[in-house]
């Protein structure tokens, strides 16, 4: 089964900043990968599809890059609604994984 | 709407089985793919399995794999995850969720299985 990364695994920031999220894959997925943020008590919702993709309905300060093994979820500038837990998703082939999660926090 | 209702969990004894579904309207059940995923409490989402929008393709994560059974009735708009032999490491929130081509663009609320004696 491929295996998904993210880094880091928690991070600090102040509203404004600019936050960036990466994820590796073992292997090459091509542009399989999906972008979720959840928030405490709520199901995971969807940001980015097919590494770049914007989710309707989904602000765009949120964008996503990569391809291959390498991507990256960035925010370009932190809102208050933006403190939750983001997970990386590759759905390349048959079967499907998800990353370990990034926790963005209020510094 | 889209609403994906997920019923069925509860406390079940280690090495039972439990049946959980998912209820799904809003949108033309037969068309879309459905997946299972978890969360262990405090911990990340795991997937599970995934069913074929006709019910004839089935692919599972390996740490499932022989103790885990999707299926779908499209006649009812569920989806269902049998599972076997539970172990206390099967504690979790579980969730179902609709394929929209390679992504997962609808989540039900899960629901929460606590595997203990």
């Known amino acids: 089964d491929i295996q998904m990364t993210q880094s880091p695994s928690s991070l600090s920031a102040s509203v404004g900043d600019r936050v960036t999220i990466t994820c590796r894959a073992s292997?090459?997925?091509?542009?399989?990968l999906n972008w979720y943020q959840q928030k405490p008590g709520k199901a995971p919702n969807l940001l980015i599809y097919s590494a770049s993709s914007l989710q309707s309905g989904v602000p765009s300060r949120f964008s996503g890059s990569g391809s291959g093994t390498d991507f990256t979820l960035t925010i370009s500038s932190l809102q208050p609604e933006d403190f939750a837990t983001y997970y990386c998703q590759q759905t390349y082939g048959t079967s499907s994984a998800f990353g370990q999660g990034t926790k963005v926090e209020i510094k | 709407q889209v609403q994906l209702v997920e019923s069925g969990g509860g406390v079940v004894q280690p090495g039972r089985s439990l049946r959980l579904s998912c209820a799904a309207s809003?949108?033309?059940?037969?068309?879309?793919?459905l997946h299972w995923v978890r969360q262990a409490p405090g911990k990340g989402l795991e997937w599970m399995a995934v069913i074929s929008n006709d019910g004839n393709k089935k692919y599972y994560a390996d740490s499932v794999k022989g103790r885990s059974t999707i299926s779908r009735d499209n006649s009812k708009n569920t989806v269902y995850l049998e599972m076997n032999s539970l172990r206390a490491e099967d504690t979790a929130l579980y969730y179902c969720?609709?394929?929209?081509?390679?992504?997962?663009?609808?989540w039900g609320q899960g629901t929460l299985v606590t595997v203990s004696s």
């Open positions: 809003g949108f033309t059940f037969s068309d879309f793919a």
């Open positions: 969720a609709r394929a929209y081509s390679y992504d997962l663009d609808y």
């Open positions: 292997q090459s997925i091509s542009s399989y």
